[in-house]
């Protein structure tokens, strides 16, 4: 078997970084090689693989941080051989966080 963390590949481009507040973080992405979302607000947010995220309905909740920007919001990454492509949508209490995509 493959030594998976040896291999290292130019990945194509990424999007520009900004915090965000939109119910859709992501669009649908066929490209998409890696994602990653860090909420950088107080509030609890609440993330789905899909669009319709609300507080009952998502896949997987990312603490808040005790203040703004602070650096300490929950984060999630997904790099692995299998890779969401579909929309990612959010729901909060005042959402704030920060997405990053990388293609191929």
Known sequence: MADLYGI??????????????ATTALVENASRALFMIQNLGTNVLFVRLGAGASSTVFHFALKGGT???????GSFVTESSIIWTGEVS???TSPRYTVMELTA
């Open 90 to 92: 959010i729901a909060g």
């Open 67 to 73: 203040g703004n920007d602070d650096g300490l919001g």
């Open 8 to 21: 290292q590949a130019r990945l194509g481009d990424g999007n520009t970084p900004s915090i965000a507040s």
